[in-house]
């Protein structure tokens, strides 16, 4: 066990819909990250947020945004969804982001869009 | 940017041999190298992590690591497979271009350890 949780771990919804996706961190970790894993793309980066304020973005779609809130946890929210956002979406956190430090990953979100 | 790549899509062991899952990295600077490994249905569990220091990296579940300045190299070896290592394998370095210092992945290495 990590110690970072996501929920909720299995999701299905229709295209055109929203949905939220939810990560604690690990207990003192000020540093929250977001991957998607898909069968084509592999692990890609989405975004980053250290502390509240969002620190670094990848490749993430207009039509997806995150925030972290005040006591750190984090949400994920993907909109207008397609079919090809069908993915396991990861929460990752770390304590600071320094680039020696371990970078611990969640259970994962399974988001299947029909 | 920085990358990680396994050259290797799979690889297949028999239990009680010795393993190795590859990768190579393309960096500037000092490399901030981990593995990751994946079990069906689960999340990315941290093995080990090189950032400086001893070349021989020692990690989780009698697994270690070899960094290889000259041949950029950060293979992931075990001297004894078990058949419960069979999982997905994955290299990464940590980026400072990216202001975050976000992980970059390689595409994963799939071992299939055999009793």
């Known amino acids: 066990d990590s110690g970072v949780t996501q929920t909720p771990k299995h999701l299905i919804t229709a295209t055109g819909q929203r949905v939220t996706l939810r990560c604690s961190p690990r207990?003192?970790?000020?540093?929250v990250y977001w991957y998607q894993q898909s069968l084509d793309q592999g692990l890609q980066f989405l975004i980053q947020?250290?502390?509240?304020?969002?620190?670094a973005k990848g490749n993430i779609l207009e039509r997806f945004s995150a925030q972290q809130f005040p006591d750190l946890h984090s949400e994920l929210n993907l909109s207008s969804l397609e079919l090809g956002d069908s993915a396991l979406y990861f929460c990752?956190?770390?304590?600071?982001?320094?680039?020696?430090?371990?970078?611990?990953f969640g259970e994962g979100s399974w988001l299947t869009v029909v | 940017a920085q990358s990680v790549a396994q050259p290797e899509d799979q690889v297949n062991v028999a239990e009680g041999n010795p393993l190795t899952v590859k990768c190579t990295y393309s960096?500037?600077?000092?490399?901030?190298l981990f593995w990751y490994v994946q079990y069906p249905n689960r999340g990315l569990q941290f093995l080990l992590k090189?950032?400086?220091?001893?070349?021989l990296v020692k990690g989780s579940y009698g697994f270690e690591a070899e960094f290889n300045k000259s041949q950029t190299s950060f293979h992931l070896k075990k001297p004894s497979a078990l058949v419960s290592d069979s999982a997905l394998y994955f290299c990464?370095?940590?980026?400072?271009?990216?202001?975050?210092?976000?992980?970059?992945f390689g595409k994963g290495t799939s071992l299939l350890v055999t009793p």
């Open positions: 960096v500037s600077g000092n490399p901030y």
């Open positions: 207990s003192g970790d000020l540093s």
């Open positions: 947020y250290y502390n509240g304020e969002e620190r």
């Open positions: 090189y950032i400086t220091g001893d070349n």
């Open positions: 990752a956190s770390s304590v600071t982001s320094t680039l020696g430090n371990t970078i611990y």
């Open positions: 990464a370095v940590r980026d400072p271009s990216n202001s975050g210092y976000a992980l970059n």
